[in-house]
């Protein structure tokens, strides 16, 4: 489960585009945030995606890519041009090719690649659809599969793209979106794939264009309930809206860390999801926000703030831009099991120690975290107008200064008594998860 949201320049407060994403995956799936230069490529090469093989182009453009660390593709990313791109597993009545094909995250990873703009990675994805299809696997210990809605943005617009199989309809924003794990246009849309409304027809879930509904048509009702997309798209469009015309890249961050109510507390219940969203006990509640990212997407340098960990709400956004070796701040490529060395796994063991008795522990130190990011943000905004040298060392050091900071709090962290242990049953599914990383149970 994930969601994406996007903030045109005509309702933020600079008049900048915002961009930002959670991405949701099993708790050990660990994400990695890499950069991959522009790339000249050998006419008539090709490039293996994570399940298929097909033609390369000649040049590729400068991607950061933020990945589940076992697929070519991402979940979420942006290129040298501007074009910053989410996708969503969405569930639909189509059925999946299990055999391999693209994933959206393969299809994400290639529209970022092999576009300027966001309309031209419009295309890029429905022109690679209409040839591969889409399929393949796209869990990591446990099969999943899905299709794929996008939420595409550069600094001058923006567009929802939602997929059934080969089927698509596509929708440009207008002030600020939201996607989460369903299907949303219905019977108006700016531009679709030929056989949208015939391929309803053809199977009985409508009688013609007059009673055509996208979202209606083409859901598998139970599991797009299951995954309470509906509630997480309209809570996280409800605190855009509530900003509009002022929207800051701290807003977009709020949006990420979204529990619905506070205090919160993961261990509640089996069932539901937030948007900051938090394994639980059960296979309904089997994932967690691994990643998350906000971007400014400025006409000439655009600053990306990440967290390169799980769970917005125990991390800190800290500012990268392209250009940059991110060798040095994530450190080397994670997996699924504990390695001290990685950005992703020290932050787990802060993570994982607050999840012992989350409504105390986290907020001992959420006002540090806001401090610092408090420092970050409009630094690094500012940082993009200077050499890329000096934006190089000022992201080192806002990273050096969250790492600092994450480690004091995680001995504070453990030091401190357990007022509200969780149930018997979320413990054991996080000593489950623990184990199988090879990692000790706080």
């Given at each position: 489960?994930?969601?994406?949201?996007?903030?045109?320049?005509?309702?933020?407060?600079?008049?900048?585009?915002?961009?930002?994403?959670?991405?949701?995956?099993?708790?050990?799936?660990?994400?990695?945030?890499?950069?991959?230069?522009?790339?000249?490529?050998?006419?008539?090469?090709?490039?293996?995606?994570?399940?298929?093989?097909?033609?390369?182009?000649?040049?590729?453009?400068?991607?950061?890519?933020?990945?589940?660390?076992?697929?070519?593709?991402?979940?979420?990313?942006?290129?040298?041009?501007?074009?910053?791109?989410?996708?969503?597993?969405?569930?639909?009545?189509?059925?999946?090719?299990?055999?391999?094909?693209?994933?959206?995250?393969?299809?994400?990873?290639?529209?970022?690649?092999?576009?300027?703009?966001?309309?031209?990675?419009?295309?890029?994805?429905?022109?690679?659809?209409?040839?591969?299809?889409?399929?393949?696997?796209?869990?990591?210990?446990?099969?999943?599969?899905?299709?794929?809605?996008?939420?595409?943005?550069?600094?001058?617009?923006?567009?929802?793209?939602?997929?059934?199989?080969?089927?698509?309809?596509?929708?440009?924003?207008?002030?600020?979106?939201?996607?989460?794990?369903?299907?949303?246009?219905?019977?108006?849309?700016?531009?679709?794939?030929?056989?949208?409304?015939?391929?309803?027809?053809?199977?009985?879930?409508?009688?013609?264009?007059?009673?055509?509904?996208?979202?209606?048509?083409?859901?598998?009702?139970?599991?797009?309930?299951?995954?309470?997309?509906?509630?997480?798209?309209?809570?996280?469009?409800?605190?855009?809206?509530?900003?509009?015309?002022?929207?800051?890249?701290?807003?977009?961050?709020?949006?990420?860390?979204n529990h619905g109510t506070e205090p919160y507390d993961p261990a509640a219940g089996l069932t539901g999801a937030e948007v900051c969203m938090h394994a639980g006990a059960g296979p309904v509640r089997g994932n967690q926000t691994v990643g998350s990212m906000v971007s400014?997407?400025?006409?000439?340098?655009?600053?990306?703030?990440?967290?390169?960990?799980?769970?917005?709400?125990?991390?800190?956004?800290?500012?990268?831009?392209?250009?940059?070796?991110?060798?040095?701040?994530?450190?080397?490529?994670?997996?699924?099991?504990?390695?001290?060395?990685?950005?992703?796994?020290?932050?787990?063991?802060?993570?994982?120690?607050?999840?012992?008795?989350?409504?105390?522990?986290?907020?001992?130190?959420?006002?540090?975290?806001?401090?610092?990011?408090?420092?970050?943000?409009?630094?690094?905004?500012?940082?993009?107008?200077?050499?890329?040298?000096?934006?190089?060392?000022?992201?080192?050091?806002?990273?050096?200064?969250?790492?600092?900071?994450?480690?004091?709090?995680?001995?504070?962290?453990?030091?401190?008594?357990?007022?509200?242990?969780?149930?018997?049953?979320?413990?054991?599914?996080?000593?489950?998860?623990?184990?199988?990383?090879?990692?000790?149970?706080?």
């Amino acid at each position: 489960m994930c969601d994406t949201v996007v903030a045109l320049g005509n309702t933020t407060a600079d008049g900048i585009t915002l961009f930002g994403k959670n991405s949701d995956r099993e708790p050990n799936e660990a994400q990695h945030l890499l950069r991959i230069p522009r790339t000249q490529h050998p006419e008539g090469s090709t490039v293996t995606c994570t399940y298929i093989t097909i033609p390369q182009v000649r040049t590729t453009y400068e991607v950061l890519l933020s990945k589940p660390f076992w697929i070519w593709g991402a979940e979420m990313g942006a290129n040298e041009h501007g074009v910053a791109i989410g996708n969503e597993a969405v569930f639909t009545r189509v059925p999946y090719e299990k055999k391999g094909g693209l994933l959206g995250m393969d299809l994400l990873r290639l529209a970022l690649e092999r576009a300027r703009t966001a309309r031209e990675a419009l295309e890029v994805i429905t022109t690679l659809l209409a040839e591969y299809g889409q399929g393949g696997n796209a869990g990591f210990r446990h099969k999943f599969y899905y299709h794929n809605s996008f939420l595409i943005a550069d600094p001058h617009e923006a567009w929802v793209l939602e997929t059934a199989g080969r089927q698509w309809a596509a929708e440009r924003v207008q002030d600020v979106r939201a996607i989460s794990n369903g299907l949303t246009i219905g019977n108006t849309w700016d531009l679709a794939s030929d056989d949208l409304v015939s391929y309803a027809v053809d199977r009985g879930w409508c009688k013609g264009r007059d009673d055509f509904h996208f979202a209606n048509c083409y859901s598998d009702t139970l599991y797009t309930r299951l995954s309470a997309c509906h509630h997480r798209r309209q809570s996280t469009e409800q605190m855009l809206r509530a900003r509009i015309g002022s929207l800051t890249v701290q807003d977009l961050m709020a949006a990420l860390r979204n529990h619905g109510t506070e205090p919160y507390d993961p261990a509640a219940g089996l069932t539901g999801a937030e948007v900051c969203m938090h394994a639980g006990a059960g296979p309904v509640r089997g994932n967690q926000t691994v990643g998350s990212m906000v971007s400014s997407l400025a006409p000439d340098v655009q600053t990306h703030f990440v967290t390169g960990t799980a769970a917005p709400c125990t991390s800190v956004f800290k500012p990268v831009w392209l250009g940059m070796d991110l060798s040095a701040l994530f450190g080397p490529v994670p997996d699924g099991s504990y390695d001290e060395a990685t950005l992703f796994w020290r932050h787990e063991a802060l993570h994982r120690a607050t999840l012992r008795d989350y409504t105390s522990l986290a907020p001992l130190y959420r006002a540090q975290r806001d401090a610092l990011e408090q420092q970050f943000i409009p630094a690094a905004l500012a940082y993009r107008h200077t050499a890329p040298g000096e934006r190089a060392a000022f992201a080192s050091r806002c990273f050096a200064e969250a790492a600092a900071a994450e480690q004091e709090w995680l001995e504070m962290v453990r030091s401190a008594p357990v007022s509200n242990s969780p149930g018997l049953l979320y413990r054991r599914a996080w000593r489950a998860r623990n184990r199988a990383a090879g990692m000790e149970t706080p």
